[in-house]
């Protein structure tokens, strides 16, 4: 295997960056190139994507690794669900609306719940992309368009001409069979929804096509090309979970956690609906079967509202290791948590409703939210394992929330399993990881990859303390 030099674009709900990957035999290593927010824009009462200004940035950004770096690919990965719908000549028709907007608060299918879990295996979230489709049948928009792109594909598209929908994206919109890997042809059909709008699929290192842009080009002035990547974000992280065997639970954690298992095929039975788990396309065929679990969100909003009053984050870190352990806690799945306001206030409304005491401090505030992550941590992980069938001897927690040291020792224990932390850049690096593969400079297997990026990588073991047996006694105030 050669050494290459790959661009990832990796693009969240409130920003974005360029980063210049290189891969060799016994080496990963990533370098930032630009980093840009990621605003919407409300007009008219509707929330949208500034879809337009993030495609300059990402433009930029791919222009500006291609000048610094000899590079041999690039591949963009983002969120989920939202998409562009483009008219006949293959122009936008309007900005991507967010997926955080209103329009499909009251939304419904005439496609039974159950039915919609069996073939698509997707939890049942309003914004999902077969409710956004709903709530917008009959309006001038669906009516002209004739081709709909998800983010990434969009914006792929924008910079090679070349239409498609990468699987590991298209599987969170509800709209493909997760078992065939194909649209689901009938359930569009049974929602009103054309399925004339959805380009061919492709799969994780196809080549899209060169980059077409100007000023955009590969090492010795080649041109660049195009690579699909696991599309949806949280693919690419998988991609990057270090584990050393089939038999680990991995959580993705950052503003939310993605807490599940990767497994060889999907759970489509009533009771993984009725947990709201979802099944996911991963790479190489294998399946995320994962909770969306409450994150660093409700810390990021207490923040938010102490302001600088409370002190730094290593500050209240170090208060809430102090503090008491299991004192305070709240179900952090309860969607009252969901909106972004006056954090603080709604936990101590949420602990006086049921006539528990209420953090008055900021560093209890901070353990009683970690506290109450572990916890929540703890249920997904035992439902994962209880309805898949499947065990799970370790944790690997990649993402922003790895570096959150505190955190990490309460999941040991709450789970009562160890507990590896890192990569924080596990989705930058799957991306580049799968790029650098279908370049021939990455192992062929994820097992191969994963066992690169062990040798590379310095990772964070956490074991299970003694105090273990008590989580069980926390974990009962909230039944």
Known sequence: MSTVSVAAVDLGASGGRVIAGRVSPDLVELHEVSRFGNEPVRAAGTLYWDILRLYAAVESGLRDAAAGYPLSGA?????AVDYGLLDASGALLGNPVHYRDSRTDRISIPVPAGELYAVTGIQHLPFNTIYQLAAALGTPVLDAARTLLLIPD???YWLTGTAGAEVTNASTTALLD???RTWATEIMERAGISPALFPALRQPGDVIGPVLADGIAGADGRPLPLIAVGSHDTASAVVAVPAAGPDFAYISSGTWSLVGMELPAPVLTEASRAANFTNEAGIDGTIR????????WLLQECQRHWGTAAGSLESLLAGAAAADPGRFVIDADDPVFLPPRDMPARIVSWLAARGQPAPSTPAQMTRCVLDSLALAYRRALRDAQELSGRHADVVHIVGGGSRNELLC????DACGLPVVAGPAEATALGNVLVQARALGAAPGTLDGMRALLRTCLGLRHYMPSAST???AEVASRLR
């Open 409 to 412: 020792q309460l999941t040991a």
């Open 178 to 180: 997760v078992t065939s």
């Open 289 to 296: 079967y994962l909770r969306n679990v409450s994150g660093l």
């Open 75 to 79: 591949g963009i990965d983002s969120w």
């Open 469 to 471: 047996h008590g989580w």
């Open 154 to 156: 969009l914006l792929a």
